[in-house]
């Protein structure tokens, strides 16, 4: 069972930047990486996806402001949140995964990370 730990969250007004971390216990090297958000009475909603060959795909909505990347040697995956508007107030989790052509499948979760952003 690989346990994933997010870190980096908090309290920022709008325009600020965060820079979440999550760290896997064991070799993230054959996995897909995802980071997702969920706001109260919303939805999950995947925020951006890390294949194992370092492909990324992002939301339409955190696209130009929001980067995702991966380290292998340090079992990790960040994710750096430029800009933040309040609509990106959330609970954000990391997941690990099956890589399917663009997709990854979450197999294991974080237990995620508050972010609020302040009007």
């Known amino acids: 069972q690989m346990h994933l730990v997010e870190s980096g969250g908090g309290v920022v007004q709008a325009g600020g930047s965060l820079r979440l971390s999550c760290t896997a216990s064991?070799?993230?090297?054959?996995?897909?990486l995802g980071w997702y958000r969920q706001a109260p009475g919303k939805h999950l909603e995947l925020v951006a996806t890390?294949?194992?060959?370092?492909?990324?795909t992002y939301l339409d909505s955190v696209k130009g402001r929001f980067t995702a990347s991966r380290d292998n040697a340090k079992n990790a995956v960040f994710l750096e949140m430029n800009n933040l508007k309040p609509e990106d107030t959330a609970v954000y989790l990391c997941?690990?995964?099956?890589?399917?052509?663009?997709?990854?499948?979450?197999?294991?979760w974080g237990q995620g990370t508050q972010v609020t952003v302040s009007s």
């Open positions: 064991e070799s993230i090297d054959g996995y897909g």
């Open positions: 997941t690990a995964g099956i890589v399917s052509g663009e997709s990854v499948a979450p197999v294991y």
């Open positions: 890390v294949t194992h060959v370092a492909a990324y």
